[in-house]
């Protein structure tokens, strides 16, 4: 069923840019995009509906393209703690920090951890993303990160949105193995690996290289297992110190390496040669207080494509808007709107292994779009939170959360 969008403008975002049609109009049939261009020129067919989108920016679809929006509990009272002067490391010694998510989230039921996530998520769809990719780790043991990877895949068939599941199991010391982080790796690549894939439940593997987690050498090990079973591999790499994660990322040729800050100039040359997704979270920038910014320059310098996103999780970016991500990434990264909302639309789909198929306006791709009420298109990234007037289209189709 072919449907005509008309009365609008497009920043299609080809090639990381607005690229902006303006007087414009799109064609979907079924789920895709079949045609685009300037209203004068619509073609002359038989529509089964016809829109009218009233001036709106036409804008893909956002893209969340790193989450961990599966989680048992939340961590508000240690927020408070820290502000009243109390130390993460005495929070961790009386059973708090990312011990406390995990306890939490091994106690829950699938259902439990469903219902919670699903509040969470439909933040996010009502602030224009139609794309999300969502991490495991918190259960760190074989039953608790199958019941995350299945309850993720239960958010896709609940929610209109394309969902992308990541196995994260490799993000911090399961309190079982402490001191044995070795054995740990061995049984998340002989056990835990082999079993998730062989249920379909994994998309991408991904891992926390940092001296707090995993050393490089252990994550080489869970990038060699994902690559036997065929599985693209991500990376949590140089947040807190410079270890060199992402150069091993890119060997792998990773889809991304995240967070970022630590990272150096040989980094980023790895990354450009491997087209390796920089993925920078300024949520957890912001909510950390960190002082020490990722390389910018060195990375636009390089080429190096950057996508943004929320880090939604409930340690250090309990973050519920990207859009309001969004904000920070000008702010605090001083990227102009539009290579920001490049790295919410076609850099995260690259993120994301998509590009094909998402995070532009193109014939052919899936119909992900917004129609926004407003001027141009920097106006997302302008405004400071709140809901922005908005229609979402998703696979062809208006949805109304």
């Known amino acids: 069923m072919k449907k005509l969008w008309k009365n609008c403008h497009i920043a299609t975002m080809q090639d990381g840019k607005y690229n902006s049609i303006e007087h414009a109009a799109l064609v979907t049939f079924g789920q895709h995009i079949h045609w685009i261009g300037r209203e004068s020129d619509i073609p002359n067919d038989n529509y ?85 990719e969502i991490k495991s780790g918190y259960g760190l043991d074989y039953l608790n990160e199958r019941k995350m990877l299945r309850v993720i895949r239960q958010i896709a068939n609940i929610l209109p949105m394309t969902v992308r599941s990541t196995c994260l199991a490799a993000h911090a010391l399961p ?14 690549c002989t056990e835990m690996l082999p079993k ?59 889809l991304s ?37 990722p390389p910018l320059e060195s990375l636009h310098q390089h080429g190096v494509r950057i996508a943004l996103s929320s880090d939604l999780n409930p340690g250090t970016s309990p973050a519920l808007s990207l859009r309001l991500m969004m904000n920070m990434g000008s702010t605090l990264f001083r990227l102009t709107p539009e290579q920001t909302l490049a790295g919410v639309t076609i850099h995260a789909a690259h993120a994301l292994g998509l590009q094909d198929s998402h995070g532009s306006l193109e014939v052919g791709k ?36």
């Not at 016809?50 to 929006?69: E, K, V």
């Not at 039921?109 to 009502?126: Q, V």
């Not at 309190?175 to 998340?188: F, L």
């Not at 490089?216 to 140089?238: D, M, S």
């Open 48 to 132: 089964a509906e016809t829109i009218d989108l009233n001036g709106a920016w036409l804008t893909p679809g956002l893209i969340d393209c790193h989450t961990h929006s599966v989680f048992g509990g939340n961590r508000s009272v240690e927020f408070e703690q820290r502000l009243q002067g109390v130390s993460y490391a005495e929070i961790a010694a009386n059973g708090g920090g990312i011990a406390s998510t995990v306890r939490a989230t091994r106690e829950a039921s699938e259902d439990e951890l469903l219902a919670s996530a699903l509040k969470r998520i439909r933040c996010l769809l009502k602030d224009g993303v139609t794309t999300i």
């Open 175 to 188: 309190p079982e193995y402490k001191g044995q982080s070795d054995a740990y790796v061995d049984h998340i």
């Open 196 to 254: 998730l894939h062989q249920e379909g439940l994994v998309d991408a593997v991904d891992a926390f290289c940092e001296y707090l987690a995993f050393s490089p050498a252990q994550v080489e090990r869970i990038f060699n297992t994902a690559h036997a079973l065929n599985i693209p591999v991500k990376l949590h790499a140089e947040q807190l110190s410079s270890l060199g994660g992402s150069s091993l990322a890119a060997r792998y040729h990773a």
């Open 257 to 293: 390496a995240d967070h970022l800050e630590f990272m150096t100039e040989d980094d980023v040359k790895a990354m450009a040669s491997s087209g390796t997704v920089a993925v920078l979270l300024p949520g957890a920038f912001y909510f950390l207080r960190e002082t020490q910014l």
């Open 366 to 401: 899936v119909a992900d779009f917004i129609a926004w009420e407003i001027e141009h298109p920097s106006e997302i990234v302008y405004w400071l939170g709140g809901d922005l007037p908005k229609r979402i289209i998703q696979h062809g189709n208006e949805i109304f959360v």
